[in-house]
């Protein structure tokens, strides 16, 4: 009807009269977006009709040069620019696209930017297109805030989506409860219209550098497919791997570095699979137990034996105090720190034969040379780990835009 209109408008016309068309877009409950398309000068009747097309909202600006051939049906367009409010329009195209909405809670703050060129006919879509995207997330509870995030995505081909360059995205700062990640780089590339690989990403995490093997992101009618990676950890500050724990350490100094393996389905969310984080090389660290009697002194008598319980009250009388108790009291009780010989953390996808999900091993010395030499210790957790650890994520982790609830 477009067509015919513009093919109307152009006959009726004065000669070499340039002509303003108008009209109202609507789209699965979107809200009314005006056009216009003021043609350019051009003889009568003419069947093919140049002009300048805009659209416009609240929220939404764009235009473009358009050339409308009546006879053939195809319309061509270039120099076409898009401005975007995401707070006022992501929501809504996620649902006209019936696509899942937004995690309760979360705002989106930016602005996309478009620009392309292409044309519309019997052989279907054909041009090029350049997105730019602006933006801001955040959620009041459980707390989370995405600051300077950025995504462009060059598309050469609007009928092959697949025959495009590497693309990027980055973020300054995402604050997701109690922890900070930084400067992050995501590497992807478009493989077709419900998948895409994602090349590499790095980003700064608890004092070091956290980077993620390549993966897939494939979406299936019912929603986002189950993905698995592994995430390498580069001196992560000890101190903020020992925070994500249940109270057991209160301080601890030096780096671990490793690899976890991490999955996340529809059904069972974000899970943390088989990995291992040990001390980074060359470093010294250290660090205090938080307080907890009986953690070690439990297994240590407070006086020493010397002759045996038969001799009745005599053997009291040869029973001195333990000197290594109270250094180990000491320890138990966070009042003495340790200097770490040895230290792993280790992470299991199904419990273990004792019922771990995670453990910390660790072998130490006291800072202060004493009555004892040498102590070690486990560290033992039980239960799903992204219950478990003070992760500040939902119980139930979801990826935004994949599925229906």
Sequence with gaps: MLLAGLALAAGTAHADAPTRLSGVLQWRGLPPIAWTIETAEGPVLSTRVNGRARVSADGLSGEASVVVDAATGE?????????LDLGRWLPRLLDAARLAPLPAGVIVGGELTASTAGSWSARGLEGRADLAVSATLQRATPPLRVEGLTLTVTLPNLRDPADSPLQRASFSTTRVGDITATNADIRFRIRGFREAQIEGAQVGLLGGQVSVEPFALRVAPAGLEPLATTVRLDQIALGAVIGLLPESVSAATGSVSGAVGVQWSREQSLT?????????????????????????TSQLPRRLTLLPAWLGPISGWFSPPNPAYAAVEAIELGRAPLVIESLEVMTHPEADTAGRTARLQVRARPANPGAVGEVSFEINLFGPLNQVLKLGLDERVRLPGTERP
Excluded: K, N, Y
């Excluded at 319309?75 to 401005?83: A, E, H, Q, S």
């Excluded at 943390?272 to 070690?296: D, H, K, N, V, Y």
């Design 75 to 83: 319309v061509t367009w270039r120099d076409g620019t898009l401005r």
């Design 272 to 296: 943390i699979g088989s990995g291992s984080l040990t001390l980074s090389r060359g470093e010294s660290s250290q660090m205090r137990l938080a307080p907890q009697p009986g953690f070690l």
